[in-house]
């Protein structure tokens, strides 16, 4: 079984085993009653959820004292990849984008991604080599095809993309 990561136990609350969450998920709405999830790959059942400024506080099923909950402090909530939402034709979960390779339509290999930058107005894939890093904008103009089952992505590098990242970089 792959695990996919939907957050991070940041803290206890209240003495009755409740942990506080950084929701790392673009569907906060997996935290339900019912709902299951893993820690350390031990499944447990989601008991309540609430929402306070942006965090969600769950009770799960297998956490009942404050002293239980303390040990997950700093640990990863996690699904199991066959709980993905699927997402329509063009969209990808971030999992799938890391780790592809890039190239160019002139075949030109320009690394890796090792992580995905999310912004208001689009997502920026950091490309990283051996000698830099580069800044791939995720948008129609720039990004030719993904292709996730075969581990690389195409690009068609707009006028002074490589130039203008390469510069920044010595």
Not at 22 to 43: C, H, L, M, N, W
Not at 89 to 102: D, K, S, T
Not at 129 to 151: M, Q, R, T
């Amino acid at each position: 079984m792959d695990y996919i990561t939907i957050g991070r136990i940041i803290a206890t609350q209240g003495v009755k085993g409740k942990l506080k969450l950084e929701v790392t998920t673009d569907f906060p709405q997996r935290f339900k009653p019912s709902g299951r999830v893993y820690i350390d790959r031990q499944a447990a059942d989601i008991e309540s959820v609430e929402w306070h400024k942006g965090t969600a506080i769950i009770k799960l099923d297998t956490i009942n004292s404050l002293e239980e909950a303390k040990k997950t402090v700093g640990k990863m909530i996690e699904i199991d990849e066959s709980q993905l939402w699927p997402l329509s034709e063009g969209e990808y979960y971030q999992f799938q984008i890391i780790g592809l390779e890039v190239w160019t339509t002139n075949g030109e290999l320009l690394g890796k991604v090792s992580q995905v930058l999310n912004t208001p107005s689009n997502d920026n894939y950091v490309v990283s080599s051996a000698n830099e890093e580069i800044l791939i904008p995720a948008i129609e103009d720039v990004i030719v095809s993904i292709e996730p089952e075969k581990g690389y992505m195409t690009i068609e590098p707009i006028e002074g993309l490589l130039n203008l990242n390469r510069k920044a970089a010595k």
